[in-house]
C-alpha cells in the first residue's frame, strides 16, 4: 500500500529512487512491483535513462487497504482549528468523508472510536488567538511559491516596514502563526498577526535547494532559545524547591539547572539556572516563595529581596 501511495503522488520515479523512498532492497522493490501488476494494478514500466515506473494516467485505487492505525491518523490528525484557518477546512471534511465511504465498517467504527478519544488544542491558556486574517493568502504563496510584499510592525517598534519576501513554510508554535520566508540573502521568521497588508507578487520564489522547513525552525528555535538565556544565576533549593522548580520554569530549563545541582551541608541543593535578564530571573523565581535564596549575581539578589520586602509591607509584613 505505500508503494501504490508513492506511486501516485509521483508521476514517475526510478526503481532505486522507489526503494530508497521506502527503505527497502531494489531486488525487494522488483518484487513488491511484480505483486503489484498481479494484483491488476496498472503500471507502466519506460526502459532508458530517463526511464522509470509509473501508474496509468488517471488510475486511482480505493482505500481498502488502509489499516486501523492509517485510518485512526487520518481521523484523528485533527487541527481542525488550524487547518480552517489556513483555508483547508473544507478540504479536510472532502478528505474524511472519501475515506469513510471506502473504509469497510468495522474500521470505519473503530477508526472513529478511536479519533474521538484524541483532541488537539493547540493554542496556550488565557490567551485570545491573534488576528490572521492574511494567513489563507500566506498559505497560497507558499504553495504556489510566489513572491510577496509585505507591511509589517516589529515587536516594540513604532512605525511599519515594507518587505519583500520569499515565502519557505509556515509554521504553528504554541497557537502563534509564522511565516519563514527568504529576504534578500537570509531566511527569517515573520509573526502573521504584525502583519497589516499581503500583497501577491507575480515573481516566482527563489527556494534554496536543501531547505527542510521542519529541521530549518528546530535549529533556528534552539539558536532563539540559547541567544535569550545568557544570565546564569545561582541558587540554592529546599527539597520542596527543587520539587517544585520544574512548575515555575520551562521544563528542561528546569533539567539543565538540577542537572549540574549538588547538595549542601544543611540539606538543601545549589544550582545554576539560566535567565534572558535580571527581571525574568526575579518574577519566576518569586514563585517558589520560601524554598528559594538567591546567591548572585548580586544585582538579582538584592532586586529579590527588594521585592519580597515590598510584598511584606504591602500585606502588614
Known amino acids: 500500500m505505500a ?7 509521483r508521476r514517475s520515479a526510478t526503481v532505486a529512487e522507489l526503494a530508497q523512498a521506502l527503505g527497502v532492497s531494489p531486488r525487494t522493490m522488483h518484487r513488491d512491483l511484480a505483486a503489484l501488476q498481479a494484483a491488476g494494478v496498472p503500471l507502466w514500466t519506460e526502459t532508458g535513462r530517463y526511464g522509470g515506473v509509473r501508474l496509468v494516467e488517471g488510475w486511482r485505487t480505493r482505500l481498502d487497504g488502509l489499516t486501523a492505525r492509517e485510518a485512526v491518523a487520518l481521523f484523528a490528525m485533527g487541527a481542525p482549528r488550524a487547518l480552517a484557518e489556513l483555508g483547508l477546512g473544507a478540504a479536510v471534511a472532502g478528505a474524511h468523508a472519501k475515506v469513510t465511504a471506502t473504509l469497510p465498517a468495522p474500521l ?7 479519533a474521538q478519544r484524541f483532541h488537539l488544542d493547540a493554542p496556550r491558556w488565557f490567551r485570545p488567538a491573534e488576528d490572521t486574517a492574511h494567513l489563507a493568502e500566506l498559505a497560497k504563496a507558499v504553495w504556489e511559491e510566489t513572491r510577496l510584499r509585505v507591511r509589517y510592525r516589529p515587536s516594540g517598534a513604532e512605525r511599519e516596514v515594507e518587505r519583500t519576501l520569499d515565502p519557505l513554510g509556515l509554521v504553528l508554535k504554541a497557537g502563534v502563526w509564522y511565516l519563514v520566508a527568504r529576504v534578500e540573502k537570509s531566511i527569517r521568521t515573520y509573526r502573521v498577526a504584525r502583519m497589516t497588508n499581503v500583497e501577491p507578487l507575480t515573481e516566482r520564489t527563489e527556494r534554496p535547494e536543501d531547505f527542510d522547513l521542519a529541521r530549518w525552525w528546530a535549529e533556528s528555535s534552539a539558536r532563539f532559545e540559547r541567544s535569550l538565556r545568557r544570565l546564569p544565576v545561582r541558587v540554592k533549593l529546599s527539597p520542596a524547591g527543587v520539587r517544585a522548580l520544574a512548575t515555575v520554569l ?18 538543601w541543593t545549589e544550582a545554576v539556572v539560566e535567565f534572558e535578564a535580571p527581571d525574568v530571573a526575579v518574577g519566576q523565581l518569586l514563585a517558589l516563595g520560601t524554598e528559594v535564596e538567591v546567591l ?14 515590598r510584598i511584606a509591607e504591602r500585606h502588614g509584613g
Open 250 to 267: 520551562d521544563a528542561e530549563l528546569a533539567a539543565a539547572a538540577l542537572d549540574g545541582a549538588r547538595p549542601t551541608t544543611d540539606g
Open 108 to 114: 470505519r467504527d473503530q477508526a472513529r472510536q478511536v
Open 296 to 309: 548572585e549575581p548580586a544585582s538579582v539578589r538584592q532586586e529579590f529581596a527588594a521585592v519580597a520586602r
Open 3 to 9: 508503494l501504490l501511495f508513492t506511486l501516485q503522488s
